[in-house]
């Protein structure tokens, strides 16, 4: 569903041979780098939970089945796509259990200890939280299933309205955002054996998507409960303009602002 963790880093060891510990501006980049390689824009997957079902496949792809009763999720994506935290579950602690350890290995040896704060972005007001991807970035938001915890601001007649912003934060609260281009039918899909039975059973109730992008092959079935379907891409400049044309058919010739976030302090702004 999308999580935006802001992190705090403490380290402590020897001086180098610059008197520093490690020089600010590359220790930032290089511990930025190391987490955008790791976690972001992947799809976290707890490897120690019984519900959940992890093939690795040649050319680098991995299958993933999370199995919910009736509403699991199928995916198979290029293994990059994916993070694999040992763990019962996906939280705080466990993301950052798994942080430290690749931090740990890759930072330089006079560090002799590290420790790590993930906190979440201090919102205040109505946010929503979405999974989504874009086949045609050339970034890691390529991948199928990555998400966002954002704030939503909507304003009427220049005056912000608290209500349909709830509305909204309702309506996108642990939902996939889906491309109409990017449907296919599920017999398409190809699949875990597991995924294929459960979807042969109750396909009626699921959406699949397929799409190539420059990573690879990236394919996903949904419970159709758990989407909602999108007439465009589903970049934050086209899901603003989306808001504002859903917005606009219930308030009339008002004029409407949408300011709508995608991660820590960023996002796009439509009128209508």
Excluded at 163 to 184: C, K, Q, S
Aim: glycine share 8%; hydrophobic share 40%; net charge negative.
């Amino acid at each position: 569903m999308g999580e935006s963790w802001l992190v705090d880093i403490e380290m402590s060891g020897e001086l180098n041979e610059m008197s520093m510990l490690l020089d600010f501006g590359r220790v930032k980049k290089l511990i930025k780098s190391i987490i955008d390689d790791e976690v972001d824009h992947k799809l976290l997957v707890p490897t120690e939970c019984p519900l959940v079902q992890v093939a690795q496949l040649d050319g680098d792809e991995s299958t993933v089945d999370l199995l919910r009763p009736g509403r699991s999720i199928h995916l198979r994506c290029p293994s990059q796509g994916f993070a694999f935290i040992p763990s019962p579950q996906v939280d705080k602690e466990s993301v950052t259990r798994y942080l430290l350890a690749v931090l740990a290995k890759r930072l330089p040896g006079n560090i002799k200890d590290l420790s790590l704060t993930l906190r979440q972005e201090a919102i205040d007001g109505a946010f929503y939280h979405y999974s989504h991807g874009l086949k045609k970035h050339d970034g890691n938001c390529q991948r199928i299933a990555h998400g966002h915890r954002s704030p939503i601001e909507i304003h009427v007649d220049g005056e912000r309205d608290q209500e349909l912003e709830l509305n909204w934060a309702e309506r996108w609260a642990d939902i996939y955002l889906g491309t109409d281009e990017d449907r296919v039918a599920l017999g398409d899909l190809a699949l875990s054996e597991q995924a294929k039975a459960i979807l042969q059973e109750a396909g009626e109730h699921y959406v699949g998507f397929k799409y190539v992008a420059p990573q690879g092959l990236f394919q996903l079935a949904m419970p159709a409960a758990e989407v909602e379907m999108i007439d465009t891409d589903t970049t934050i400049e086209l899901l603003a303009h989306y808001i504002a044309r859903e917005v606009k058919k219930s308030v009339g010739d008002k004029f409407i602002k949408i300011v709508a976030y995608e991660g820590v302090g960023k996002g796009a702004i439509a009128y209508a």
